[in-house]
């Protein structure tokens, strides 16, 4: 079976290494630093499982799995930290809290062994981002556009549009497709600045520059950049109380 | 409980000192009638030995039982009830006195007076009230104050030590794993790892809020710090630190810079994936200590323009805790760089 590892600190990737020479069964394949590093290495090598840190650079590890459309088993390495340990304990992923020892490590193994060697779901991916994401990481939405991927702040997002399975991410620099709901977006976005006006359309209120009355009881909102969203009448009564109308 | 007026020397001698010249005049006015001068000192000391007792315990009695608001009729029922009883009780005990015959012109002169008499006393009773709320009032407004000093400055002296205590449990955990993998690698410098870690440990742990330290011991536990992290990561930490001699003679709160230098490797190392520089300039200027941390950051997803950002406010908040300003931090960013200058104006009184 191959393995890798994807930890930021050099170190912290040697311990893992020391403890998997008594695992010959599994094939060290390669070690990355971050989880841009991590998203290529996963696509072209298919690993089977990979010890994965947390808190890396630019995306985190949450965010680096949920691009990646089949991921494999994960044994999630991380120093404490309270929003994962909470979102591990009621999830049952494997995690090693740093520093840990090889005792500790094997069980890990064994675990997923036993468990037949089973991968991350993607369901369960998405409630580990959403429950162990800290304020700060709630504050960007990270996508993948042929094959890149692309960080997007909260604030630089005009719409969202709901397209079929995704949903389609707006900012001024063109569209992005995130394979989400918008009912997800609903829950992590800031509800003092997202508003949902529509059952397909979720606007970034300071984008908005006027609100015109369209057809029977229903409304458009024009933005900035001069899109014109459809706004129910349920909708617009919550835009009128996030605006304070 | 509030002091008495007549506790405090100063006014124990001025009270006394103005019996004695009253009662003095008090005699010599009573002699220059012609009454016998032995009468007039009896009634001297008599009546006004009354009315000082008299005094006495009303500043006693206020003591315990200060008026408030507007309740006036208290005072004056206090001088009046005073003053009467001194003053019958100066004619009752002159009267038994002054038996001798030589004296009853004196008496009949005592028994018309009794109306001016009681309204000197009075007045005399009412002054000492008076004078006696006042001071109690004003007493009492002190001890309010002192009190509420004490309350702030506790409140301070915590908050103080909470922004100070927020040592990342991050930083120990992922240290305590490096040297996990190091001790099977290379334990000698696993070894100078803990030594690295536990000098840091107890840097942060010893200083008090009010014993402020120099630049030089400041930056002594900042570059444990930064040595740590370089182990920890590798080639992609480096760091540059300019000293100024006379910067590093100057005084600062103990562990200030580390949230800041905290905040630099933060975005420096997990807002980018190259090899990063943390810059930090120590200098003087105009008498201020003026710090000078820079790091990269990525314009694009950072978000230094949510306001302040960057966790500085700890930062922020001590410093307006020791100097009631605000303007002490700066922030900056200039392309892909992000600069902290932090502002420590001398320190005279290390007990303020």
């Known amino acids: ?245 | 409980m509030a002091r008495s007026p007549l506790s405090v020397s100063r006014f124990r001698t001025g009270f006394f000192i103005w019996w004695i010249i009253w009662g003095a005049l008090h005699a010599l006015l009573i002699t220059s009638y012609g009454y016998p001068a032995e009468a007039s000192v009896a009634d001297s000391l008599v009546t006004n030995g009354l009315l000082m007792a008299s005094c006495w315990i009303i500043s006693n009695i206020l003591r315990y039982y200060l008026p408030y608001g507007n309740q006036y009729w208290y005072v004056l029922f206090l001088s009046l009830i005073f003053s009467l009883v001194s003053n019958s009780l100066s004619k009752f005990i002159l009267n038994l006195i002054l038996t001798d015959p030589d004296y009853t012109g004196y008496l009949i002169f005592l028994a018309n007076a009794y109306w001016i008499r009681l309204g000197i006393a009075f007045l005399m009773a009412m002054c000492m009230t008076v004078l006696c709320v006042l001071w109690y009032t004003q007493e009492e407004e002190q001890e309010n104050r002192q009190r509420k000093n004490d309350a702030e400055k506790l409140s301070r002296d915590a908050e103080l030590y909470k922004l100070r205590q927020q040592l990342q449990p991050h930083f120990l955990f992922n240290s305590l794993n490096s040297i996990s993998a190091l001790i099977g690698s290379n334990p000698v410098q696993a070894r100078s790892m803990i030594h690295q870690l536990s000098d840091f440990l107890r840097a942060t742990l010893r200083k008090e809020e009010d014993q402020w330290v120099n630049m030089e011991e400041e930056l002594q536990s900042l570059e444990l710090y930064l040595e740590i992290e370089k182990v920890r990561f590798g080639h992609r930490l480096s760091t540059s630190i300019i000293k100024d001699p006379e910067g590093m003679r100057m005084m600062i709160p103990p562990m200030l810079l580390q949230p800041v230098v905290e905040n630099a490797i933060k975005f420096g190392l997990y807002d980018t994936t190259e090899e990063v520089t943390i810059h930090i300039e120590v200098k003087k200027e105009n008498d201020i200590l003026k710090i000078v941390v820079t790091n990269p950051f990525d314009p694009q997803t950072a978000s230094p323009r949510r306001g302040t950002g960057f966790g500085l406010n700890s930062v922020k908040r001590r410093l307006y805790l020791l100097f009631a300003r605000t303007d002490l931090v700066d922030t900056a960013t200039d392309g892909r760089i992000f600069t902290t200058t932090i502002n420590i104006p001398r320190h005279e009184n290390p007990d303020h």
């Open chain 1, 1 to 245: 079976m191959k393995t890798l590892i994807i930890d930021d600190e050099p170190l912290a990737r040697s311990i893992i290494k020391e403890y998997l020479q008594f695992h010959p069964e599994l094939e060290l394949i390669g070690e990355c630093n971050d989880g841009f590093e991590g998203f290529k290495a996963i696509q072209q090598l298919q690993p089977g499982l990979i010890f994965l840190d947390i808190q890396m650079p630019k995306i985190n590890g949450f965010e680096m799995l949920e691009l990646i459309e089949d991921p494999p088993a994960v044994i999630f390495t991380t120093a404490f930290d309270e929003y994962a340990i909470k979102a591990f304990e009621s999830h049952a992923v494997d995690y090693l809290l740093k520093p840990f020892s090889k005792e500790r490590f094997d069980k890990a193994i064994a675990k997923w062994q036993q468990s037949g060697k089973r991968s991350i779901e993607k369901e369960q991916l998405g409630n580990l981002l959403g429950a162990s994401s800290s304020p700060a990481e709630q504050q960007r939405v990270v996508v993948k556009m042929a094959g890149k991927i692309r960080i997007i702040p909260v604030d630089d997002i005009l719409y969202l549009e709901a397209a079929d399975d995704y949903v389609k991410i707006h900012t001024r620099e063109g569209a992005f497709l995130k394979n989400k709901t918008m009912s997800y977006f609903e829950s992590v976005l800031d509800g003092s600045q997202f508003v949902r006006t529509h059952r397909s359309f979720m606007v970034n209120v300071v984008e908005i520059t006027r609100i015109d009355p369209y057809e029977k009881e229903n409304h458009l909102a024009l933005l900035k950049s001069g899109a014109q969203i459809p706004v129910s009448k349920t909708g617009y009564a919550k835009l009128k109380s996030v605006l304070g109308l």
